[in-house]
Structures are given as C-alpha cells and as structure tokens.
C-alpha cells in the first residue's frame, strides 16, 4: 500500500524547474531513500511531502488522502532538519514535548511519551540538559526524538547525519535502521551520499536534475545500474567504450581496448553496435606479468597502490593510457597483492560481471 503518492508532481523556483513531472509510490513501512547530487530536488520533493512547500502541478496523497494543498501542520507527518532546528532556550525535555504541548495533552501522558522516546534514542537521563551542553550526536538524537514523540504516520530525515563525524554517522545509521524497525512507520530519507543510501534503505531513489533515473532495491541500484549516471554517480566505475562483433544467443563478442571478450548480452545489442562496458573496482581480475598478458587480459601498469587494511586500491594505467581502479582483498597472511609502482600487469574481469549500457 503507497502511504505516499506523488503524482505527475512539477516544481519550479524563480521559473527555474526543479521538480519535472515526478511520480513516486512511497510504500507504508519501509525506509525509502532519495539519493542524488546537489541541487537534484530531492530535498524539495520532502518539503512538498511535508507541506512546506506547495507544487506547481501534480497531486500528493497521504494515506489515500489528497493532501496537496493541506497545510504542513495538518499532516501526520515530522520532518528531522539538516541543521536539527532545536530550541536552544529549552533542555532537553522541553524541546521534545513542545508539539506534545502545542497538540494540548496532559502533562502524564507528555511525561510518559518523552521518557518513551529518550530511550528510543538512548538519551535516558538528560531531560534537563541545556541543548548547548550536548554534543552534535546527542542534539541529532534530540531531533529525531522530538519527531517521533508525536508518533508521525511519516518520518522526514533531510541529510541528518551530515554534520557528524565519520565515526558517529556509521553508528547513528544502525541506530536509525534500529528505530525503524521499533517503530514500523515510513521513513524517507534524503541524501546525497551513496554509502548511507545502501547501507540504510530498502528502497533506493536516484535523482538527476528534477527526474528519477532508476527506482530499486540497494543491490539492483549498485550491480545493475540502469544507465551512466547511475554507474557513476553510485560506486565507483571503470567505464570502457566498446564495439560489438558477433552475437550468439544470449552472449556477445565485442572489441574493447585493442583486445576481443565474450560477455553477456543481456539487452539484445546487435552486431556494430557501440556499447559501454562498466565494471566496478573488485571486479577486476589483476595478475603479474613480466613478458605479454594472457589472451583476454589488457596491460598496464600500476600507478598507485592504497592500502586500507582490508583492501588494496590500485591504479592502474593501461598500455592504451586509460586509467582504471582495481580492488584486492586479501588476509593478512597474503602479501601477493602488494604491488610497485610501475609493476607491469594484466587487467581482466569474470564474464558476466559487467554491466553493459548502450552508448549515450
């Protein structure tokens, strides 16, 4: 059931558009994910859904209700801002029951929904703590529990984790995947980091220039990207420019960098076609060489090589003067995967792991 509905929605600033005739089913209960670069309109799609802002065109349904022009505060729906907007006069308690009071409940029942929210978020203990006195993880908790308290059909979280250190953004992502799953209500998420998108959603949303480019889960988005943006915007990519030769029932053959690959065809590419190869960075195949490089490999040489405990990143220059990323994992008992700079190698990848896109 879509709990949300964004019909045929268009939104312009300074007859700018922003939003071009978007529509997108939110399902009830799930964490959904608006992923996209800098001024995409992600963000303003959740200020159209959260009423704070008003579109030019379209309709918005809220639980089979149309609600487009509904004002924000008549929506059962909380917003969690970038900037978190807390009160800096009032402690902690205060701030999380300030629409419990606006809404006029008792004070038992603001005492009892507060003290349930201070140990969702795990801040049991520090109602009466002056906002300036928390850190920048606990005043993101504040937020998210001043959202939750009014028991909102819809959670609106715009880049929440934005202003946390690396190390608190990966707990806070558990500890959000953790709240949803306590609470069970919707959540919609923007952000414009790819990592958080994968890691947090059941359902991806990439955005590019006012449009959804492909809607999936975080496996589809990142093994079977729909087209370059995609590729490149999610996960890095080596992108090869190639030309088919020869189809044989589901298989190709095609002609990339000087050298002849069988891969899939899985969208019925015709011979003389000019196709893109993608293939991410642990893909790639990487053996040394030190005379010519096995039928199938490309040579090249190593440029860089980043090591990050787990992995080992290589860059590596092929003989044609194409730059590629290659991955290695190992153990710490293996030390075959340390190359040199300017170590001669042979570049290939398992059939099948490509992504294959017509050119564009």
């Keep these: 059931m879509a709990v949300v509905r964004l019909q045929n929605i268009s939104k312009s600033f300074d007859r700018q558009m922003v939003i071009n005739n978007l529509c997108l089913d939110i399902v009830k209960g799930e964490f959904l994910t608006l992923l996209g670069p800098s001024g995409c309109g992600k ?15 379209g309709t918005i349904l809220i639980n089979g209700r149309d609600q487009t022009r509904m004002p924000a505060c008549d ?145 589809d988005i990142y093994e079977t990207p729909v087209n370059l943006f995609v590729a490149d915007f999610v996960g890095e990519s080596n992108i090869f420019d190639a030309q088919v030769t020869r189809t044989l029932d589901k298989d190709m053959e095609i002609q990339i960098q000087g050298i002849t690959k069988m891969v899939q065809n899985r969208r ?5 076609q000019t196709v893109k190869i993608l293939l991410r960075p642990e893909d790639m195949t990487v053996e040394r060489t030190r005379h010519q490089c096995p039928p199938g490999f490309l040579p090249g040489q190593v440029k860089e090589m980043i090591y990050k405990g787990t992995t080992v990143d290589l860059l590596i220059r092929l003989d044609s003067g194409h730059d590629i990323f290659a991955t290695e994992f190992f153990n710490e008992d293996d030390q075959d995967i340390f190359y040199d700079v300017n170590e001669r190698v042979c570049v290939s990848w398992i059939k099948g792991w490509e992504v294959t896109l017509p050119h564009e």
Excluded: W
């Design 43 to 57: 963000t303003t799609v959740l200020r159209l859904i959260a009423g704070l802002e008003t579109c030019d065109s």
């Design 75 to 219: 929506r059962d729906v909380n917003t969690v801002f970038q900037s978190y907007a807390l009160f800096p006069h009032m402690n902690v308690f205060d701030n999380i029951a300030f629409g419990l009071k606006l809404k006029k409940i008792a004070g038992t029942r603001i005492r009892d929904r507060v003290k349930e929210a201070l140990e969702l978020v795990k801040l049991e203990g520090l109602e009466t703590r002056p906002i300036h006195q928390l850190s920048g993880g606990q005043q993101q908790r504040v937020a998210i529990a001043r959202a939750i308290v009014n028991r909102p059909l819809i959670l609106l979280l715009d880049e929440p984790l934005s202003a946390l250190d690396y190390k608190l953004r990966k707990q806070m992502r558990l500890d959000l995947r953790h709240l949803h799953r306590k609470l069970g209500i919707t959540f919609v998420f923007v952000t414009h980091d790819q990592e958080e998108a994968l890691t947090l959603s059941d359902r991806v949303v990439v955005m590019h220039n006012g449009c959804i480019q492909q809607t999936g889960t975080p496996k």
């Design 268 to 272: 019925n590419f015709t011979k003389g």
